[in-house]
C-alpha cells in the first residue's frame, strides 16, 4: 500500500527531467554559456570567464525551473571530439546549438557540422535551440542573419529556434530556455523516450 501511495505521490508531485545536449564547434562559448545558465537558475556565482578552458570531457549542470529539472551535458568542440557527441544522442530531449556570432570565419564549419547532429537519427524529433552567443561584441551578426546563413528549414522539420544572446550578461538565455521547456513538454520525442522508460521498467 505504502509504494503505491508513494508511486501515486512520485508521480504526481515529481517534476519531469529533460536532459539537454549542449553542442557547438569549439569557443562558441558552450561551457561559459553552461556556467551562466546556473548562475541565473542557481541564483550562484558560476564559474569566471577567465576560469574555463576548452572542454576535453563532459561538463554537467544541473538546474530546475518551477515544474521541470533540467541536465545540460556540455561536450567538448575541438573536431576530434566530435564524434564523442554521437554517445549522448540516444538519452537526449533537445539540443541547444552554440554559435559565436561574431566570428563569420566559423560559420561554414558550425553549419555542417549542425547539419550532421540533426542527421544523426538518434535525435529524430528533437527541439533545436540555436544560441546566436556573443551578441556583447560588436561584431555580432543577428539571430536572422544566422538563420539565412544556415538555411535550417531547407532541410529539417523539428521544433527550432532561434535566439540571439550573451553567454557573458546573460540575454537570451531565459528566453530560450522557456521556449525549449514548452517545446520539450510537448515534444514528440518526449514522448517516444518516455515509454521507453517505462518499458524497461516493467522489466
Ligand atoms: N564576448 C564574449 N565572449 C564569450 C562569450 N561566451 C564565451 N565567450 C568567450 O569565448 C571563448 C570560448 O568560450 P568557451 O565557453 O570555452 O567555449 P566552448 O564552446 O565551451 O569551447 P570548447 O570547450 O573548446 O568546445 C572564451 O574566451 C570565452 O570567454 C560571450 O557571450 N561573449
Ligand atoms: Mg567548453
Known amino acids: 500500500?505504502?509504494?503505491l501511495f508513494h508511486g501515486l505521490w512520485n508521480h504526481v508531485?515529481?517534476?519531469?527531467?529533460?536532459r539537454v545536449l549542449i553542442l557547438g564547434v569549439h569557443?562558441?562559448?558552450k561551457t561559459t554559456l553552461l556556467e551562466k545558465l546556473k548562475s541565473i537558475y542557481l541564483k550562484g556565482e558560476g564559474l569566471p570567464h577567465d576560469h574555463i578552458g576548452p572542454t576535453v570531457g563532459l561538463n554537467i549542470g544541473r538546474i530546475e525551473d518551477a515544474n521541470v529539472k533540467l541536465v545540460f551535458w556540455d561536450l567538448g568542440g575541438q573536431p576530434g571530439l566530435r564524434t564523442i557527441w554521437e554517445k549522448y544522442y540516444d538519452e537526449a530531449h533537445a539540443i541547444v546549438y552554440v554559435i559565436d556570432s561574431a566570428s563569420a570565419s566559423?560559420?561554414?564549419?558550425a553549419k555542417s557540422a549542425l547539419e550532421k547532429v540533426l542527421r544523426h537519427e538518434d535525435l529524430q524529433e528533437a527541439p533545436?535551440?540555436?544560441f546566436a552567443n556573443k551578441q556583447d561584441l560588436p561584431a555580432a551578426v543577428t539571430e536572422e542573419e544566422l538563420?539565412?546563413?544556415?538555411?535550417?528549414?531547407?532541410?529539417d522539420e523539428r521544433p527550432y529556434m532561434f535566439v540571439a544572446g550573451s553567454a557573458y550578461d546573460g540575454t537570451g538565455i531565459k528566453l530560450?530556455?522557456?521556449w525549449l521547456v514548452e517545446e520539450m513538454g510537448k515534444s514528440r520525442r518526449t514522448?517516444?523516450?518516455r515509454t521507453r522508460t517505462d518499458t524497461y521498467a516493467k522489466f
Not at 508531485?13 to 529533460?18: L, P
Not at 538563420?147 to 532541410?155: A, G, I, N
Open 1 to 3: 500500500m505504502f509504494s
Open 13 to 18: 508531485f515529481s517534476k519531469t527531467e529533460f
Open 27 to 29: 569557443k562558441s562559448g
Open 106 to 109: 566559423t560559420f561554414e564549419d
Open 128 to 130: 533545436l535551440l540555436v
Open 147 to 155: 538563420d539565412r546563413h544556415l538555411h535550417l528549414k531547407e532541410f
Open 176 to 178: 530560450g530556455i522557456d
Open 191 to 193: 514522448e517516444a523516450l
